[in-house]
């Protein structure tokens, strides 16, 4: 490698890392598309989503030949879903800054963000966070996560593909919702529906979990309406922006709306990126130790886990998990 | 070729602020960020997994006796676009590592930088070391150049 590749480095590093640890936006970051709140108040998501429904006279009927395609690998950008519970708070969220906005979230849920915001002030971020325990980001967190992420739109179903403990969400396109299991999961059931180029989907049955790191807590009626689509941006990048309000009966006072963006990555596919499959228990070595801090197993510690696999086998021939690198030593 | 597909990666992540939505999949608080400390020694292991990077390095003690260290950095499709690969590490070969230590002693931390002994360097970091600051910091004040295994600095 040259030279001038690491000055490059060493630019991105100055400008690419201090946006990574405080959360914030980049130097360079494309403005945020402005939040389209709903055309008029809905108490519920389902009272919204059926609106919708209605206004686009049941939804397009797209088929293999005409549905909007979004290929290409993708990872999380901006949003404004911070600045819903942080008075300027952007810039923050996962860090210390910004006060919690009062009145948005009920007396419970303002409570435990409120405490969550101390330890996040002194602490510097919060001490411990649920994924370090291999619990799925899930809806509405999914919307944020980073990592590469891909998206699959077929006219009976729409997937949304993220190499982040492989959490895919499947969108039924033209359908009810379905509950067989009577139950809640990370990523609850979606249904759909395209108008033009646009998707509309209603989430529901949702595990508790929450916005993000450091952000506040979602319930387990919380449900979500969100709008997609792709557009270009003045440079010519592909974006998807989501539209998205979350109801939240026990968690917010009132919905509240927020946009996200996705950015194309061609930078990723041209450097050969492949989404692989990874699973979090089997490869993690995180934990929360008995003063709520995060912890990390190191090797030969009880209970460490080889992220690369393990092998009951190691003394044949042929069963070492690591067999590139070793050859590449050996010569 | 290679340069021209580094500096899209590099131009990309800049234009995009694409590390606005960045978050580990855990909390750094088990890293003393107040401190950076060097180590060096021989790569044993070069583990390039999801959801985070860690390389290993076996180092002699004060006592001459080996102990392996582990520094964690970012997850793979992130330090991708710092020109980070799943060969960039051969096992055996000399590095000089800067991490942020863990706070318990154990020894471990979050990568800042690794030198390599053509001079290279790299920066898997994940959001708990700003490594271009640091990098500047240990090169101004000839911490790295005249460093040797365990020297320790502030952070900020």
Redesign the interface.
Same mark, same amino acid.
């Given at each position: 490698?040259?030279t001038?590749?690491?000055v490059?480095?060493?630019?991105?590093?100055?400008?690419?890392?201090?946006?990574?640890?405080q959360?914030?936006?980049?130097?360079?970051?494309?403005p945020l598309p402005a939040v389209e709140t709903p055309p008029r108040a809905f108490a519920t998501a389902e009272e919204h989503y059926r609106f919708l429904l209605q206004q686009a006279n049941g939804g397009t009927r797209h088929t293999l030949e005409t549905i909007p395609q979004w290929p290409g690998l993708w990872?999380?950008?901006?949003?404004s879903m911070v600045d819903l519970f942080l008075d300027g708070g952007r810039g923050a969220g996962?860090g210390p800054g910004g006060k919690v906005r009062p009145g948005v979230l009920t007396p419970a849920y303002e409570a435990h963000f409120s405490k969550r915001r101390e330890e996040v002030e002194k602490?510097?971020?919060?001490?411990?966070?649920r994924?370090?325990n291999c619990e799925y980001p899930g809806v509405p967190r999914w919307l944020?996560? =980073?990592?590469?992420k891909e998206f699959v739109n077929l006219p009976e179903q729409s997937w949304m593909l993220n190499?982040?403990m492989n959490e895919g969400r499947r969108v039924y396109i033209g359908k009810e919702h379905v509950n067989f299991e009577a139950k809640h999961s990370s990523t609850g059931d979606s249904i759909g529906f395209w108008q033009g180029d646009e998707l509309v989907i209603w989430t529901k049955w949702v595990n508790p979990a929450d916005y993000?790191?450091g952000m506040p807590l979602t319930s387990n009626q919380f449900e979500m309406v969100e709008r997609w689509r792709q557009v270009e941006n003045a440079?010519g990048?592909r974006q998807l922006i989501t539209q998205v309000t979350f109801y939240d009966p026990i968690g917010l006072v009132a919905p509240q709306s927020a946009v996200y963006v996705h950015?194309h990555?061609?930078?990723?596919e /041209?450097?050969g990126?492949r989404?692989?499959n990874?699973e979090?228990t089997t490869?993690?070595n995180?934990y929360k130790d008995a003063e709520g801090?995060?912890?990390?197993r190191?090797?030969?510690e009880p209970g460490y886990k080889? =992220?690369?696999g393990s092998t009951e086998f190691a003394d044949l021939p042929g069963q070492s998990l690591?067999p590139?690198? /070793?050859a590449?030593?050996a010569e | 070729m290679?340069?021209k597909?580094?500096?899209?990666?590099? #131009?990309?992540?800049?234009?995009?602020?694409?590390? #606005?939505?960045?978050?580990a999949?855990?909390?750094? #608080?088990?890293f003393d960020?107040t401190r950076t400390q060097l180590i060096e020694g021989t790569v044993a292991?070069?583990?390039y997994?999801?959801?985070h990077i860690?390389l290993?390095i076996d180092a002699p003690d004060a006592k001459g006796e080996l102990v392996?260290w582990?520094v964690?950095g970012?997850?793979p499709?992130?330090v991708?676009?710092?020109?980070v690969r799943?060969?960039s590490f051969?096992?055996?070969e000399h590095v000089r590592i800067v991490m942020t230590p863990m706070r318990?002693g154990?020894?471990?931390g979050a990568v800042c930088f690794v030198v390599k002994d053509d001079g290279? #360097?790299?920066?898997p970091?994940?959001?708990?070391?700003?490594?271009?600051?640091v990098?500047k910091k240990w090169q101004d004040n000839g911490w790295l150049q005249n460093g040797k295994h365990g020297d320790e600095h502030p952070y900020e």
């Open positions: 490698m040259k001038h590749t690491f490059l480095i060493g630019l991105v590093a100055a400008l690419a890392v201090p946006g990574l640890a959360n914030g936006p980049g130097p360079a970051a494309a990872t999380s950008g901006r949003n996962l602490n510097g971020e919060q001490l411990f966070d994924l370090a944020w996560e =980073p990592y590469v190499d982040f993000t790191r440079e990048r950015n990555a061609p930078e990723l /041209e450097a990126v989404v692989r990874w979090c490869s993690t995180t801090r995060t912890q990390s190191l090797p030969g080889d =992220p690369r690591d590139i690198l /070793e590449q030593a | 290679y340069d597909m580094l500096a899209n990666l590099l #131009t990309a992540a800049v234009g995009l602020g694409w590390m #606005t939505g960045a978050s999949h855990h909390s750094f #608080t088990m960020k292991e070069w583990q997994n999801s959801p860690w290993y392996r582990g964690e970012g997850a499709l992130m991708i676009r710092q020109g799943g060969d051969r096992l055996g318990d154990r020894p471990a290279q #360097t790299l920066m970091n994940d959001g708990s070391c700003s490594p271009n600051g990098l």
